[in-house]
């Protein structure tokens, strides 16, 4: 099993519609998820970083994380055009002992005008 | 400004060349990572270093080699045994678990 899991999409929205992004990982002992945004053709940036159970919000980004299930997502409320983008999830590397990351391969969100 | 740079944004290689692409942050972080990304791909990570005059082997670091001589510097050699060099390659740095990322180096083969 990958220790990050990802739909790959595309996922397509319409302007101002709530945005679900999905990941699952493997290992029950993470402490610390991640989530990076790619616009095509540049690097990832670092949008939320998630360390409890349950939701924590930054504008118009929430993050959720259920540890009992496994699972950490990205809702994008209001979603613009201009979040048109790949969003990788990313979660600490089973049994490395330095702060590696090991990322999905992510999801392609379409917002559409 | 603090943050990573990466240097060149495009890089054209012949073969059998060795080139070397340049990664350096100011942001005091002690761990740095190279990554490659192709298309469809994730991140897959080739070398990183927590401390100086330290790295280890990442996932795919045949046909690559680093230097952590700076803090602040982290270069990464491709070599001509590298097969399939053609790559997005992204250099990270951490002070803990979060990695924030340089711009990135679009090296081709030709």
């Known amino acids: 099993q990958k220790e990050v899991e990802q739909n790959s999409g595309p996922l397509s929205v319409p302007e101002g519609a709530i945005a679900s992004l999905n990941c699952t990982y493997s290992?029950?002992?993470?402490?610390?998820f991640f989530w990076y945004r790619q616009y095509s053709g540049k690097s990832p940036e670092l949008i939320m970083s998630?360390?409890?159970?349950g939701d924590k919000e930054d504008g118009r980004f929430t993050a959720q994380l259920n540890k009992a299930s496994q699972y950490v997502s990205l809702l994008i409320r209001d979603s613009q055009p201009s979040d048109s983008a790949t969003y990788l999830c990313a979660a600490p590397r089973r049994g490395a002992g330095s702060y590696q990351l090991t990322f999905g391969k992510g999801t392609k969100l379409s917002v559409i005008p | 400004d603090g943050g990573i740079t990466q240097s060149p944004k495009y890089l054209f290689r012949k073969e059998g060349q060795n080139v070397t692409l340049s990664c350096e942050q100011n942001?005091?972080?002690?761990?740095m990572y190279w990554y490659r990304q192709d298309p469809g791909q994730g991140l897959r990570l080739i070398y990183y270093s927590q401390i100086v005059n330290d790295f280890q082997k990442g996932d795919i670091a045949e046909g690559y080699s680093v230097s952590r001589e700076k803090k602040e510097s982290f270069p990464l050699t491709v070599t001509s045994a590298q097969k399939n060099p053609t790559a997005f390659y992204l250099c990270?740095?951490?002070?803990?678990?979060?990695?924030?990322f340089g711009p990135g180096t679009r090296l081709t083969v030709l």
């Open positions: 990270a740095s951490s002070m803990f678990d979060e990695q924030f």
């Open positions: 998630i360390y409890s159970n």
């Open positions: 290992d029950r002992g993470s402490q610390s």
């Open positions: 942001l005091n972080h002690d761990a």
